[in-house]
Each structure stands twice: as C-alpha cells, then as structure tokens.
C-alpha cells in the first residue's frame, strides 16, 4: 500500500525477457525455470533452480490430481498451526521424511574416526543444571541407576580439558521434563565440563523408548504410512571446545526394540552402545547411588574434530 492507501508492487520490473503464455504443462516449468535466472544470490539462484525442478518432476510424474495437491496444502497448513513456541510440527515432519538426518549426514560425514553426530530432536533446554563430575543429572526414583563415563578426546588421541558437555535423556517413563505439565524445573538433562585429562563422568538413569508427539498432522502422516513414531532409547549428549567442531550427538544402548526404526534416523551404527552391568554394592556407593547394589555403565569415550 503507497501513502494514499493504493494497491502497489514490490518494486521489482518486469523481467527483462519475453516468456510464452504459459499454455501447457511443459512452458510452465520452463517459464518457471528462466524466472529462477533472476535470482540475485549465487547459490539461493542454484537452490531455486533445483527446487523448481524436482518439485515440478514430481507433480508430472505422479499426475498428481487437485485434490490430492488440495490435501497436501491442508496437511502443510495444518502442520504451521500446531506450531507453538514449544512444538515444533516441521521439525518433526523433517525427522520422520528423514531430511534431517540426510541434512546431517551431507554436512558431517564420518571423519578420521571422530564420534559420529546424531540428530538434535525437539527436547533440548538451555537451562540444565551445572554439575560437577560425578553428580547426578536425574533426581531420585527417576529410573533405573546408570553411570556415563569416558574422556573427551582429539582425534589424534589428546585428551581435551574444559569441554562444555550438555546432556539430557528420558526418564523411566519415556518422558522428558519438559513434556510434564507444571514443570519448575529441570531434570534428566544436566551440564558439565571434562576434567584435566578430559575425563567426564556423571550419574543418570537408562533411558527407554519414547513416542515421539503423535497428536498432530506428523502423526496422522505415520499413522497413514503404517509406519510406529516411535525412538530407541538413547542418551542425548553435546560437546563444544574451543578449536574443535561442536559436536551434537547420541548414545544408543543396543538390544531395542526400535534401534533398526527409529522413526527419525537418527540411530548409526557407530553411536551404539553396550550398557554393562556392575553387581557391585561398594562400587555403587562409591559412585554415589544411595541404594543397591547394581547399576548399568556406559564407558565411552567422545572424539571431536579440530577446526580447520
Ligand atoms: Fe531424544
């Protein structure tokens, strides 16, 4: 709108070459393809290009019908409204069509035998509690007893002081905090930094499978593809030292159910892990659990690239 209310474009002229009537399929893509040119940005123009193309392809190919296209523009609409500050509905259409995880894997391929990433998810918080090595990151009766331990290490093997590790995980339940109601604090997810001689350590509980939120159009779109929403367990744990590339990663204890499914990719081979179990009722309290006399151990150590 100009200053006396009017209708107005964007400022932009008309392009500065003839296209034809856009009279059948074919001119449409190609008149289509040739506006993509306009692009200022070298690589937003590359994208566009791309984008146009296999987005057409795939509206030939299929013969998609109107009503079907009627159908995705709801689905996607639908998708956008069930976003809020605290859910994120495209995220999760991402993980389930396996998007990000492919992003993932093109941007951080395995290097040099360096921890592999894994996908973020939904449930990270910023406000998990500062710990010191061998603390507990649950609160009591949260699950079943499991001590994490292991260095955090260069690729050619030297260990990394002061690394920033976040960690966060489901309790018994296959909750995380942040999905209870009422939540004043947080819980299961805690921060910490590696000692001298890069070691780290920390108490928390096993974490369970979990469904991942299936009360939105993601859900339906499973439900549809025949396909469980839900995850293997797995602890979420994240390293950042300066010099090295921030690493967003996840520990899979093998022997679930859902470790070949994960409904969100999220699961290589590399990141699966053996829990031990320790039947030992000195150790346990030496370890600072203040009942039993068994627990599980995840011993593994996290290897960080440097930045080049
Ligand atoms: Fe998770």
């Known amino acids: 709108m100009d200053g006396d209310g009017r209708a107005v474009s964007n400022g932009i002229a008309p392009p500065p070459f003839q296209l034809p009537a856009p009279d059948s399929p ?4 190609a008149n289509m393809t040739r506006l993509t040119d306009l692009t200022v940005n070298d690589r937003q123009r590359f994208l566009f290009k791309n984008l146009v193309s296999h987005l057409h392809s795939f509206v030939r190919e299929t013969g998609l019908t109107t009503k079907e296209w009627e159908e995705t523009i709801l689905f996607l609409t639908r998708t956008g409204q069930k976003c809020t500050p605290i859910r994120q ?3 999760l259409l991402s993980d389930v069509l396996g998007v990000s995880a492919l992003v993932d894997a093109i941007n951080n391929p395995p290097e040099n035998g360096a921890t592999e990433s894994s996908v973020l998810g939904p449930f990270f918080t910023d406000d998990a509690p500062e710990l010191a090595n061998g603390e507990s990151i649950a609160s009591e009766g949260k699950g079943e007893y499991m001590y994490v331990e292991g260095r955090i290490l260069s690729v050619d093997g030297t260990p990394i002081p002061n690394a920033a590790i976040e960690t966060w995980e489901t309790d018994a339940n296959g909750f995380y905090d942040t999905q209870y109601e009422g939540r004043e604090r947080a819980d299961c997810r805690g921060r910490l930094h590696s000692d001298k001689d890069g070691y780290f350590g ?96 995840l011993r593994r150590d996290v290897i960080l690239v440097p930045q080049s």
Request: aromatic share 10%; no cysteine.
């Open 202 to 297: 920390y108490r928390a509980v096993v974490p369970v499978a979990y469904p991942i939120p299936g009360d939105g159009p993601v859900g339906e779109l499973l439900l549809r593809m025949s396909r469980h929403n839900m995850r293997p367990n797995h602890l979420h744990i994240m390293v950042e030292a300066p010099g090295f590339r921030k690493l967003v990663t996840a520990f899979y204890p093998e022997g679930d159910t859902y470790i070949e499914s994960d409904a969100v990719f999220g699961v290589k081979k590399s990141l699966v892990v053996t829990l031990e179990t320790v039947k030992d009722e000195a150790e346990a309290r030496k370890r600072g659990f203040p009942k039993g006399d068994n627990f599980k151990l």
């Open 26 to 29: 074919d001119v449409i893509t």
């Open 89 to 91: 509905e495209f995220i």
